[in-house]
């Protein structure tokens, strides 16, 4: 069966780095898009960026205007996993990040990785 | 990217049709026929409910179904369930050159 398994929670503090990854299993990794959304408590979901899991020559990303200057998303095909990295983290950034497959719509996600940016 | 408008809750009683909208402009959901909804209960992941504006995803029940006409898209629940109270969030196409995505800002469904 389709799963996004991610890694586990994490606490930063201002100004600080996170990297989250993303497992895929039961299905051709190469044959989805992955995209990342977030959602701060209490508060809607959030679209980020998506990332090709095959990687073209120069690019096969896209991110979200807001988030373009300190957001990278990277994949290892041979271990179907895919890495999203924030940086220079800030309170409003506490939130649970979510993996997603899919191109049109999302429709397996991550079980949710919960970052909280504290001093 | 602005995101689309929902109105923020919704509530009906069990049995009854509720329609949740989603209002964007001709560069999202205007633009394509790519506008999926999501299903959130409260400490639960999304769940994918419709996608390509009016399409079921295998095991989603035929009480929610999907439209759309011009800027606007809209999920329907017909005969409401308690089970169906949740978050609900549309999501289109932004811009067919870059694969960009944007987000409802989420309605609250309450079944009285």
């Known amino acids: 069966q389709v799963q996004l398994v991610q890694s586990g929670a994490e606490v930063k503090k201002p100004g600080a780095s996170v990297k989250v990854s993303c497992k895929a299993s039961?299905?051709?990794?190469?044959?989805?898009?992955v995209h990342w959304v977030r959602q701060a408590p209490g508060e809607g979901l959030e679209w980020m960026g998506i990332?090709?899991?095959?990687?073209?020559?120069?690019?096969?990303?896209t991110y979200a205007q807001k988030f373009q200057d300190r957001f990278t998303m990277t994949r290892d095909p041979s271990t179907s996993t895919v890495y999203m990295e924030l940086r220079s983290l800030r309170s409003e950034d506490t939130a649970v990040y979510y993996c997603?497959?899919?191109?049109?719509?999302?429709?397996?996600w991550g079980q949710g990785t919960l970052v909280t940016v504290s001093s | 990217q602005s995101a689309l408008t929902q109105p923020a809750s919704v509530s009906g009683s069990p049995g009854q049709s509720i329609t949740i909208s989603c209002t964007g402009t001709?560069?999202?959901?205007?633009?394509?026929?790519?506008v999926s909804w999501y299903q959130q209960h409260p400490g639960k992941v999304p769940k994918l409910i419709i996608y390509?504006?009016?399409n079921r995803p295998s095991g989603v029940s035929n009480r929610f179904s999907g439209s759309k006409s011009g800027n606007t898209a809209s999920l329907t629940i017909s005969g409401l369930q308690a089970e169906d109270e949740a978050d609900y969030y549309c999501?289109?196409?932004?811009?067919?050159?870059?694969?960009?995505?944007?987000f409802g800002g989420g309605t609250k469904l309450t079944v009285l």
């Open positions: 990332i090709n899991p095959i990687n073209p020559i120069g690019g096969g990303t």
């Open positions: 390509d504006v009016d």
């Open positions: 999501c289109s196409y932004a811009s067919s050159t870059t694969s960009t995505r944007v």
């Open positions: 997603a497959r899919g191109a049109r719509y999302l429709d397996f």
């Open positions: 001709s560069s999202d959901v205007g633009g394509y026929n790519y």
């Open positions: 039961g299905y051709t990794f190469t044959s989805y898009y």
